[in-house]
């Protein structure tokens, strides 16, 4: 089959100007609405698809697989990938690719966004000048929050992103600690001003804690009600990794306590839907899963992710791929 006779599936709306670089190459079904479609709907119209550009809402899971005997391909535009059951999809021959090293930055800005508007209650404050609350010019008590230059930042999953942090708490001043499951070598910790500490150590020293590992079944409440009492009461957490690494409803309960001082939060268990305690809140700054969201930056990661889902279905290897595993695999049960 040629290459421009291929089908391939874009399960949200994109920037235009990747789909039609696409259609110069393939048949294209483009979700211009932009509607989120369920299991059923996606497997639908995933019939006599070669490929699919994804997101991270878009599950792949074996009973989906199951049902797309023709898909190769699985492009998320994404760096993470915990939508797609990869140990299935390479049993099938699928190739699983993402788009690291594109939206390192953006992200890393988004993080420290967050981190600042949660440590001086920038929301708080914005809320309460629309509501018309400011009847006072200035008064030496109102909005106290918490000094970012000087303090201690902790970073838990010390990868690109992680890396990216960490070098813009340079501009504060800041003492830098991480957790990984292995330190950095050393010469990487020098680069970036980080030192290596055990997470008990690193939560009870840190004014700020951000979180940035993978969501996987391994990182499913990292940070939970332990953890979080192992903070200090003036400290600020941060995700902007994947909801799930934090027990939203555990950090629900110590905000509401002020156990921690606040929060900055990207993401969260079961998004769109949160915690319904979290909009009683003044001390948790939230935006809707948008640590990538420039137009650059999306714009780059969906340009990689056509190219990832190009090369694949071209019977080259793509530059970011998932799982190698399943080039051998497709070889072995004589797809072309």
């Known amino acids: 089959m040629s290459t421009r006779a291929r089908k391939v599936l874009v399960t949200r709306a994109i920037f235009p100007e990747v789909v039609r670089s696409l259609e110069k190459r ?5 979700n211009e609405e932009d509607r989120p479609w369920g ?17 991270v809402m878009d599950k ?28 299935a999809a390479t049993r099938r021959g699928i190739r699983v690719t993402n788009t690291p090293g594109v ?17 001086r209650r920038i929301a708080e404050g914005d809320a309460y000048v629309r509501e018309g609350g400011w009847k006072i010019a200035f008064g030496v008590q109102f909005f106290l929050g918490q000094d970012i230059h000087h303090a201690t930042l902790g970073i838990i999953g010390m990868g690109r992103i992680g890396q990216a942090v960490a070098r813009r708490a340079r ?11 292995k330190p950095l070598a050393s010469v ?6 980080a030192s290596w500490m055990e997470m008990e150590h690193l939560l009870a020293v840190s004014d700020f804690v951000v979180c940035m590992v993978p969501y996987s079944p391994a990182t499913h409440h990292l940070i939970g009600a332990a953890q979080i009492a192992k903070m200090k009461p003036t400290a600020i957490l941060v995700n902007s990794a994947r909801g ?33 305690g979290f909009l009683e809140l003044r001390n948790v700054v939230m935006t809707p899963h948008i640590g990538s969201a420039s137009r650059a ?8 992710a056509a190219a990832n889902l190009a090369a694949v279905l071209d019977g080259s290897r793509p530059a970011h791929l998932v799982n190698p595993q399943a080039e051998q695999q497709h070889h072995t049960q004589g797809n072309p």
């Open 188 to 193: 990487d910790e020098q680069r970036i001003g």
């Open 171 to 181: 501009g504060f001043d800041m003492r830098v600690v991480y957790h990984n499951r």
């Open 297 to 304: 930056t999306r714009l780059m990661m969906c340009e990689t």
């Open 26 to 30: 393939f048949e294209v079904e483009h």
């Open 244 to 276: 799930g690494v934090v027990d939203d409803a555990a950090l629900v309960a110590a905000l509401t306590a002020k156990r921690i001082a606040g929060a900055g939060l990207d993401v969260f268990e079961g998004e769109p839907g949160l915690h319904p």
């Open 103 to 119: 939206l390192d930055d953006t992200t890393a800005d988004l993080t420290w966004a967050l981190l600042m508007a949660a440590a």
């Open 39 to 55: 299991s059923d709907e996606l497997a639908r119209r995933l019939q006599g698809c070669a490929g699919v550009m994804a997101t």
């Open 60 to 87: 792949f899971d074996e009973a989906l697989l199951e049902r797309c005997p023709e898909l190769r391909a699985i492009s998320n535009i994404a760096v993470g990938y915990n939508n797609v059951d990869v140990a």
